[in-house]
């Protein structure tokens, strides 16, 4: 069955270095794969989005990389503060945009 | 601002009741989404809207149903089919359907008594 498998550990980072999550799949071929930052009691905010056929995509801070060989995708924050602190989800859609599977998200925590 | 609203925030239901969640949209986008979190696990679609009276059932639409009567609005009523209701319940739209980015509501927290 298809499976999207995110840090099941929480991460625990330290103020202004860089954070990397990871998300990886099985038994899927997703056309376009989307990050997203949960806070507590919220909903999720986009952020970013990557096609299958590109391999990287930054915006500010951020930058997410997509490799369909290894069916993985790494977010990326630099210089990472305190704010940054909340769940990130990443989400897998195919072609036909008949379906979309969301991870459970990795809880990153930025300390001081 | 535009937005998705959704109310109410916390929903409390009774055994054998029937409760209606409300998403309200003024982002003039044409697909709605209705979304399940439960702890632990990532967003489950239970259906979703690519327009005005019309729906199609996600991954796991039974127990529950919708309606689509305008382009603002997709209201999720959560029936008594459903045996295990508890969760965060989202809301979402977009432009480009499930390709793309969505935008979501801040959520029903739905608990039974």
């Known amino acids: 069955s298809q499976k999207i498998e995110q840090n099941s550990e929480a991460l625990n980072i330290q103020e202004g270095k860089t954070a990397t999550l990871t998300c990886n799949y099985t038994n899927y071929s997703p056309a376009y794969l989307q990050w997203y930052r949960q806070d507590p009691g919220r909903g999720p905010v986009f952020l970013l989005l990557i096609r299958e056929n590109e391999k990287e995509k930054r915006k500010e801070r951020l930058k997410v990389t997509f490799d369909t060989t290894l069916k993985q995708s790494l977010f990326h924050i630099t210089a990472s503060q305190p704010a940054d602190s909340a769940t990130y989800l990443c989400a897998l859609a195919d072609s036909s945009a008949s379906k979309i599977i969301f991870g459970s998200g990795t809880r990153l925590s930025i300390r001081p | 601002d535009g937005g998705i609203t959704q109310s109410p925030k916390y929903l409390f239901r009774k055994e054998g009741q029937n409760v209606t969640l409300s998403c309200e949209q003024n982002?003039?986008?044409?697909?709605m989404y209705w979304y399940r979190q439960d702890p632990g696990q990532g967003l489950r679609l239970i259906y979703y809207s690519q327009i005005v009276n019309d729906f199609q059932k996600g991954d796991i639409a039974e127990g529950y149903s919708v309606s689509r009567e305008k382009k603002e609005s997709f209201p999720l009523t959560v029936t008594s089919a459903q045996k295990n209701p508890t969760a965060f319940y989202l809301c979402?739209?977009?432009?480009?359907?499930?390709?793309?980015?969505?935008?979501f509501g801040d959520g029903t927290r739905l608990s039974i008594l």
């Open positions: 979402a739209s977009s432009t480009t359907g499930l390709l793309g980015p969505q935008h």
């Open positions: 982002l003039n986008h044409d697909a």
